[in-house]
């Protein structure tokens, strides 16, 4: 079935560094959607992205679809301690998101 | 924020007995899908429901079960509770236009 795999599992990083998560799939990806997730929280969508090498920003926030559409990003830039939460990549298929395992990230302030 | 609520957001259970978990969801959206994330894992879809009826259903036994109403809320029925069933339920509503979820803050339901 259909599987995403994102990487890395956990990063901690000091306030002011840059971070960035990937998300690689075997098979064509026809979308990838990006979620956060604070502790304790839930899912909140950030972006999706459809087209082959498409790139978005949000602030300090890029995302990157590639070329092969098999893989993703997300990179912030000069992260704050609002940044800590768990960064999931999803693709929407036919009725349902299917997630990676997310990356977890901590900030050191 | 999301307009999606979920009830109840943390209850306690044992192993053997049922639970119901209850979603409502924004107005106008008229597909509600489950998923069951365990601590540390990515969200892993149950099923979704598109006008009353049930429109796709992830790799979960039948003990797993839901329903939707009219009024846009909706219900997930868990059977003979196991200890992985251990996990925070999240509820997403979505138009019937592929695109944004809005998920709710989720149940979180702990079996002994």
């Known amino acids: 079935g259909q599987q995403v795999m994102q990487i890395p599992q956990y990063q901690h990083v000091q306030e002011g560094e840059d971070f960035t998560t990937y998300c690689n799939s075997s098979?064509?990806?026809?979308?990838i959607q990006w979620y956060k997730q604070r502790p304790g929280g839930h899912p909140v969508f950030l972006i999706q992205?459809?087209?082959?090498?498409e790139v978005k920003k949000q602030k300090r926030l890029t995302f990157q679809f590639g070329e092969a559409k098999k893989n993703s990003s997300l990179h912030i830039t000069a992260t704050q301690t609002t940044d800590v939460g768990t960064y999931f990549c999803?693709?929407?298929?036919?009725?349902?998101?299917?997630f990676g395992q997310g990356t977890r990230l901590t900030i050191n302030p | 924020e999301t307009g999606v609520t979920q009830s109840p957001t943390h209850l306690i259970k044992t192993r053997g007995q049922q639970v119901t978990l209850r979603c409502s969801s924004q107005?106008?959206?008229?597909?509600v899908s489950w998923y069951q994330q365990a601590l540390g894992q990515g969200p892993q879809f149950i099923f979704q429901?598109?006008?009353?009826?049930?429109?796709g259903r992830g790799n979960f036994p039948p003990r797993f079960s839901g329903l939707q109403f009219p009024n846009y809320s909706s219900e997930l029925n868990v059977n003979a509770l196991e200890l992985d069933d251990s996990a925070l339920y999240l509820c997403?509503?979505?138009?019937?236009?592929?695109?944004?979820?809005?998920f709710g803050e989720g149940s979180r339901l702990t079996v002994l």
């Open positions: 997403a509503s979505g138009s019937a236009v592929p695109g944004e979820l809005f």
């Open positions: 992205l459809v087209k082959s090498g």
């Open positions: 429901y598109y006008r009353e009826e049930e429109n």
């Open positions: 999803a693709e929407l298929g036919a009725q349902k998101l299917v």
């Open positions: 098979t064509t990806l026809s979308n």
């Open positions: 107005s106008g959206h008229n597909t």
